[in-house]
């Protein structure tokens, strides 16, 4: 940005243009890098689409849907033509090839974890295994995902709206694939994943058997005061929250589960670890004693450092398949898939 900068005064004689010339042309190169870098995303989510054919063709039938979630949290003219209408999102899902003949299938409905991420080929491997498990695999690229240009974007509503994508897409799903069993759907999530599939849990309970949270985001007040200034601007930025914890607390702890845990009526593990470099774990561990306190029942393993950090879970380790088993395990207890893996404690 500085050396485009740099050219663009030397170029255009702007060593001597006023200081609201200046800061007009680096706006505009702001303006222009932010369309190359959706651009960018966009590509790289075409390529990775076209990935997931190559990772899981051979046990999943893939498919990518473009479906509804309710309207614009923060429309800048709500008056404007379409500001009220449902917005369009895309979810993926993974059929398992070799299912029971006339048997209903369980459904895993997985988020995406990440401000501003997508489901990508990170999880090709537990898409894999969840699928040969006999999961069907429902994984909603809800507001805000990146790889589908700015306005979407900046449809991001962390821990609001992008739960209702989620559970539409979950509802989506059941009235799009009859031989799917409505009462055997969990919901799985890792960081911002897991934030969302607590809250999905604790306002749609009725319609989930279980639900698993890995290193959850729990607390976006104790969050956003130990991250740096650029992660805070997210949220506060006018087309989100649109202003800080200090200015609306209230906000920021309506989008927390840990304000809410009363509210949890279906079976929960939760797994985190001490040295988690992202969600710090002293936000699970304030999770795990609030639900405690209110006497939720739920399960939690706490795993030691050097696990493996904020991943330790879905990496490609022995450890991490062992503490995916785990998972499997608790899912396999209410979802009852067709092939569960076998436990060995």
Request: with cysteine; net charge neutral; glycine share 8%.
């Amino acid at each position: 940005m500085v050396t485009a900068v740099a050219c663009l005064c030397a170029s255009s004689g702007a060593a001597q243009e006023s200081p609201a010339d200046l800061a007009r042309a680096i706006a505009e190169l702001q303006r222009q890098q932010q369309a190359l870098d959706h651009r960018l995303d966009q590509l790289a989510k075409a390529i990775d689409d076209v990935a997931w054919l190559a990772r899981v063709g051979d046990v999943a039938v893939v498919d990518k849907w473009r479906i509804l979630g309710p309207p614009d949290a923060n429309p800048a003219n709500p008056k404007a033509p379409g500001a009220t209408s449902p917005i369009k999102f895309y979810t993926y899902t993974f059929v398992p090839r070799q299912r029971p003949s006339g048997q209903k299938m369980p459904m895993v409905v997985l988020p995406h974890g990440g401000v501003h991420a997508d489901f990508n080929t990170y999880y090709a491997h537990i898409v894999r295994e969840l699928v040969s498990q006999g999961y069907l695999v429902l994984a909603p690229e809800y507001r805000g995902s990146t790889g589908y240009g700015r306005s979407f974007w900046e449809l991001i509503d962390y821990g609001g709206r992008e739960v209702d994508d989620v559970h539409a897409a979950a509802q989506w799903a059941l009235g799009i694939f009859d031989d799917v069993d409505p009462k055997r759907v969990g919901l799985v999530g890792w960081s911002h994943g897991g934030l969302i599939a607590l809250l999905a849990s604790f306002a749609y309970p009725s319609d989930y058997a279980c639900v698993f949270a890995g290193v959850p985001v729990s607390n976006l007040v104790m969050r956003l005061g130990y991250q740096d200034a650029s992660y805070g601007e997210l949220f506060s930025a006018p087309y989100h929250v649109g202003a800080t914890v200090r200015q609306d607390i209230e906000e920021y702890k309506r989008r927390s589960p840990v304000y809410q845990v009363e509210k949890l009526s279906v079976p929960l593990l939760i797994h985190t670890t001490t040295d988690d470099e992202d969600v710090n774990f002293i936000e699970v561990q304030h999770l795990i004693q609030a639900l405690t306190a209110a006497g939720k029942k739920f399960e939690y393993k706490i795993w030691p450092a050097g696990s493996g950090g904020h991943s330790h879970d879905r990496l490609d380790t022995p450890q991490a398949r062992a503490a995916r088993r785990e998972m499997y395990a608790f899912l396999a207890r209410y979802l009852k898939p067709p092939r569960p893996v076998r436990f060995d404690p």
